[in-house]
């Protein structure tokens, strides 16, 4: 395990204590800090400061309990990000119940295995995305509805059970290990799964935020992705919290647009974001001349490979860095690149200190430099999820003598710097070679005319399998036969021959999952639909 240069952990170091809940910590703590007065969360209706989001959530808690919600309780929380998200957050976690976080733009279908394996009673909603939640209730799987903006019929209106309930709440006093939240996955790569994280995470994966990305005073951090997602959880509402910083509230979808206006208008120092996110916004002519980012002083990049090209073109035309981590909803954060290191572009940085992680072969031992494993790590690491929440089954079969899977191929090089080479799953065989999509994905998108790439199988009875690449063009620039020989020939520069994809299909934009990330088993399934 490598840590990060010139970085030091300070005395208690994601030293967990026994007794813990995530809103006492993020929260509570800042307020008894005296920083009731300091704004903590900016969103387009004005700013909301620590002490008014404390005494929110202390009403909202009240209001809960007062209709029955107590310790244990599953609540659902379906809407988009906004003060109200944080807020029923906090107050569940508050009163020790869990709230189980969805995307709220899933269909009633999507939300139907999740409500009958978690069954929540209650669901929180936001009303432009209710109505999902109001045809599932009337199958009779949600007790409640309470509605934030908009409640019909015997929904509890949320402002009124929030003002109807003033009073301090102590927080329950929780166990470090006692579960606080669940955060279900979208089921992209099967049926969704509900990770259970205990209270302990707020200190485990709080202090490596604190290490890789030491905060600022003056800090404002903005992300772009839904807080259903535990990345964005963390990254933009509780981290800024618990580090006393003010966090910034992205409203509508994460478009170029929207995000270059949202870092100008809050003056954001730090921005979390994907990779695709980044892509389309170096795609947009001049942009760097029409929106003001000078308050950036980083951006931070997730989700899939960021590439080294857009590495340096984000840094040529915007002038900070961006750093790339990578993570896992069973854990958040477990590798990243920060201040403390120097970055190596294409790779995802060092495992940050203290945290228990490895890539081991097939026989469960670490790999050498420029070797191939799995990524795995530790379930002693108090960052770790408890379990997969109702399915015993699932949970046990991703631990491996005292290693969680991540499902991910990876391979270290010399000094410790780790590479993703891309999903077990997505990693296959051509003429019994075995070909990692990104390495070929990453060299392709060092073409002047792709914007981006994904590289797939295609079933072939003499070789096994082709390697067939879909490209989005840049602006500009068309599809033909002549291009694609240009692009494989641009390839033999780039990789090894037997890496160069026999098939080059054009397409205007590649499906993605609710993340970000790349659908490389819609495209298998989709051969001619480009």
Not at 494 to 514: C, H, M
């Amino acid at each position: 395990m490598s840590n990060l240069e010139g970085t030091s952990p300070w005395p208690g170091y994601r030293e967990v204590p026994e007794r813990l809940n995530i809103a006492r910590e993020v929260l509570d703590l800042q307020v008894e800090r005296g920083f009731g007065g300091k704004p903590a969360l900016l969103h387009s209706g004005g700013v909301l400061t620590y002490g008014e989001l404390s005494r929110q959530v202390d009403f909202f808690a009240n209001g809960l309990s007062g209709i029955g919600i107590k310790r244990t309780d599953l609540v659902l929380i379906c809407m988009p990000n906004s003060p109200e998200f944080a807020i029923s957050y906090l107050a569940l976690v508050k009163l020790g119940a869990l709230p189980v976080l969805v995307n709220s733009f899933l269909t009633a279908s999507e939300l139907g295995f999740i409500l009958n394996q978690a069954k929540p009673r209650f669901a929180i909603v936001e009303a432009s995305r209710a109505e999902s939640i109001r045809k599932i209730r009337l199958g009779g799987l949600v007790e409640k509805i309470v509605c934030v903006r908009g409640a019909e019929g015997d929904e509890i209106d949320f402002e009124s059970l929030m003002f109807g309930h003033t009073g301090n709440l102590q927080a329950v006093d929780t166990g470090a290990d006692d579960p606080a939240f669940i955060v279900y996955t979208s089921g992209t790569t099967g049926r969704p799964k509900g990770i259970v994280h205990g209270h302990r995470w707020i200190v485990a994966l709080g202090d490596l935020n604190r290490l890789r990305l030491p905060p600022q005073e003056s800090d404002v951090v903005m992300a772009t992705g839904e807080w259903s997602f535990i990345s964005a959880l963390g990254h933009n509402l509780l981290f800024p919290l618990r580090n006393g910083v003010r966090g910034a509230i992205l409203t509508g979808r994460a478009t170029p647009e929207n995000v270059l206006e949202g870092v100008g208008r809050y003056i954001v120092t730090v921005l979390y974001s994907v990779a695709t996110v980044y892509r389309r916004i170096l795609a947009i002519a001049n942009f760097e001349k029409q929106y003001n980012l000078s308050s950036l002083r980083c951006a931070n990049s997730t989700g899939e490979a960021l590439r080294e090209v857009t590495y340096h073109e984000w840094k040529r035309r915007v002038g900070c860095e961006i750093y790339e981590h990578y993570g896992v909803s069973e854990f958040q954060l477990v590798i990243g690149q920060g201040p403390g290191n120097t970055v190596k572009p294409g790779s995802i940085g060092k495992p940050l200190f203290g945290v228990g992680v490895s890539i081991l072969d097939d026989n469960g031992r670490s790999v050498r430099s420029g070797e191939i494993g799995h990524l795995a790590i530790s379930t002693e690491d108090p960052g770790l999820f408890i379990g997969y929440y109702n399915d015993p089954d699932r949970t046990q079969s991703s631990l491996r003598s005292g290693w969680y899977c991540t499902g991910d191929i990876a391979y270290p090089d010399e000094e410790g710097c780790f590479y993703v080479a891309g999903r077990s799953d997505d990693c296959f065989k051509s003429r019994g070679i075995f070909i990692a999509p990104t390495e070929v994905e990453n060299a392709l998108q060092k073409h002047p005319c792709v914007v981006e790439a994904a590289v797939v199988p295609e079933p072939d009875p003499e070789i096994g399998n082709k390697i067939r690449a879909i490209v989005v063009l840049q602006e500009g620039h068309d599809p033909s036969t002549a291009l694609a020989d240009s692009i494989r020939a641009f390839l033999r520069s780039q990789v090894a021959p037997f890496k160069v994809p026999q098939e080059i299909d054009f397409t205007l934009s590649l499906p993605k999952s609710p993340v970000g990330k790349i659908l490389r088993s819609v495209l298998t399934k989709s051969r001619g639909e480009c």
